[in-house]
């Protein structure tokens, strides 16, 4: 009995060999750039100390770069890249308001248990 919820993709395509070579080059090109900003990310976190006056300077930057691979992310995968630029907008300004939003929360709340420590002798 043959199975009709198994589907052989692989058999399915409907491209030329020069667009093949086209998407993978575009995954190649992906994959290096990913991997350039996290190397990036890695080499500071190694080299800058987190008692150096300069710290929460990283921590900014951490915080723009993941925001950016996740924007890359979305755009290369998600095939946002692809579509108008209103429609971009339209789904990345909220996210990122929300992680704007999740920062501030997180600082805020942050400064707040600083505090009650310090008033505590904590």
Not at 59 to 84: N, Q
Not at 102 to 119: C, D, K, Q, R
Request: aromatic fraction near 12%; hydrophobic fraction near 50%; glycine fraction near 6%.
């Amino acid at each position: 009995m043959e199975r009709d919820d198994i589907i052989e993709y692989s058999l399915d395509t409907h491209h030329s060999e020069e667009q093949g070579k086209k998407i993978r080059r575009k995954i190649w090109v992906v994959t290096a750039i990913l991997t350039m900003i996290t190397i990036i990310e890695v080499a500071i976190g190694a080299t800058v100390h987190q008692d150096s006056s300069s710290w929460w300077i990283v921590k900014l930057l951490f915080i723009g770069l993941t925001i950016l691979k996740a924007g890359y992310i979305v755009l290369t995968f998600m095939h946002l890249g692809d579509e108008r630029k209103v429609l971009k907008y339209l789904i990345l300004v909220p996210y990122a308001i929300f992680i704007i939003y999740l920062i501030f929360i997180s600082l805020y709340e942050a400064l707040a248990v600083n505090a009650a420590g310090t008033l505590y002798g904590g």
